[in-house]
């Protein structure tokens, strides 16, 4: 057994406290170091997939099960009427994923490498879909503006738009996510071969591994990913008024980094050994799925639960951290090479955003 799975001690020891009543921070704690061992499970069971099914199916599966645990807190919250919370995640994890995680994965993987090579094509297709996405999810806050409103407030929880913004952002909701269905045709049949290419010598790597366990032990690291994840989540919030955080600040960063742990650890660590196509699937792809797939979801169910259906209306600091963050990604990948100066060129701006927020 590899060392850091000893630390799944603090999953039990996280729910213990929780249930114990126990301060905000040590939960927050406990929670934080139990995502590491369920991520490290994620990672080997995403790099045994990868290597018998390709790059992209593999990335997306790791996305999938990644983001299943932000789509149920997000849920929640939206149970709770705590929209704005829930835009700022959705922002959080499109951005996170972008620069924190597309970053980092850049600075190990070139660090000892003059450059590493990815697909063009499939990376700007990715790049593509995130464009459309920043598009829609930019144009109600435009409506809303030309029609004589106002954008969001920071530190609201939840604004009412009206009906038209409301019927506005479900048809865009329906538009994002057929496009996400084409998007996976594209990737997953019409051209596989170039999201997909199949290599035997990487299978070697894991020969003791069948499809059916790797696919097994990333279902069970998902679940416990999404119990740590609530856990922290639960226990960010009253957390942060202890050190004197935002709920806006928290929401984007601390919530978004802490409940996508575990890809990030994946993209690092596939990136460390040299194999930035199924990084690179992650990191955009991940942000491709949030935006083009987990945002208009929560649209749909704002429908059926909640006070109020959730209208797409960001505000302008989450605007304009959405837009850089996609141009870059688009001018990252243009290429197909990248170096770790790139990395930290990405990670440079992600620090710039979070000074911002933390100002804002």
Do not use: C
């Not at 679940?223 to 050190?243: C, D, F, N, P, Q």
């Not at 491709?288 to 209306?313: E, K, M, T």
Request: proline share 3%; hydrophobic share 55%.
């Amino acid at each position: 057994m590899r060392p850091v799975y000893f630390l799944g001690i603090f999953i039990p020891t996280a729910l213990g406290l929780e249930l114990a009543h126990a301060s905000p921070l040590l939960v927050f704690g406990a929670a934080a170091l139990g995502v590491i061992p369920t991520a490290a499970a994620m990672g080997e069971a995403t790099e045994v997939i990868a290597s018998k099914t390709g790059p992209g199916i593999g990335g997306l599966l790791n996305v999938t099960f990644g983001n299943a645990p932000e789509l149920i807190t997000a849920f929640f919250a939206l149970l709770e009427g705590l929209q704005e919370v829930v835009k700022a995640s959705i922002v959080g994890s499109i951005i996170g994923n972008i620069l924190l995680v597309l970053g980092a994965a850049m600075v190990v993987g070139g660090a000892k490498r003059d450059k590493q090579t990815f697909s063009a094509t499939a990376a700007n297709a990715q790049s593509g879909m995130l464009l459309l996405a920043l598009a829609a999810l930019i144009l109600p806050a435009a409506f809303q503006l030309i029609h004589g409103g106002g954008l969001p407030g920071i530190g609201e929880e939840r604004v009412d738009f009206g009906s038209d913004l409301e019927r506005l952002s479900l048809a865009v909701a329906v538009v994002l996510i057929a496009s996400y269905a084409a998007g996976l045709v594209f990737s997953l049949k019409t051209h596989k071969r170039v999201f997909n290419p199949y290599d035997d010598s990487e299978a070697d790597e894991h020969t003791g591994w069948t499809m059916r366990r790797a696919v097994v032990q990333l279902a069970v690291a998902a679940v416990l990913v999404g119990l740590t994840s609530e856990l922290l989540v639960g226990s960010v919030s009253e957390a942060s008024k202890e050190i004197g955080l935002s709920e806006f600040f928290v929401g984007v960063f601390v919530v978004a980094i802490v409940g996508n742990a575990a890809e990030h650890w994946v993209a690092v660590l596939a990136a460390a050994k040299d194999k930035m196509d199924l990084a690179v699937n992650i990191a955009i792809g991940s942000s491709a799925q949030i935006a083009l797939f987990v945002a208009p979801v929560l649209v749909l169910l704002s429908f059926v639960v909640g006070p109020n259906p959730l209208a797409l209306v960001f505000n302008g600091y989450e605007i304009a951290a959405m837009l850089f963050a996609v141009l870059i990604a688009n001018f990252a990948t243009q290429e197909g090479e990248t170096n770790w100066f790139e990395g930290v060129q990405l990670l440079a701006l992600y620090v710039v955003v979070g000074l911002v927020f933390f100002f804002a």
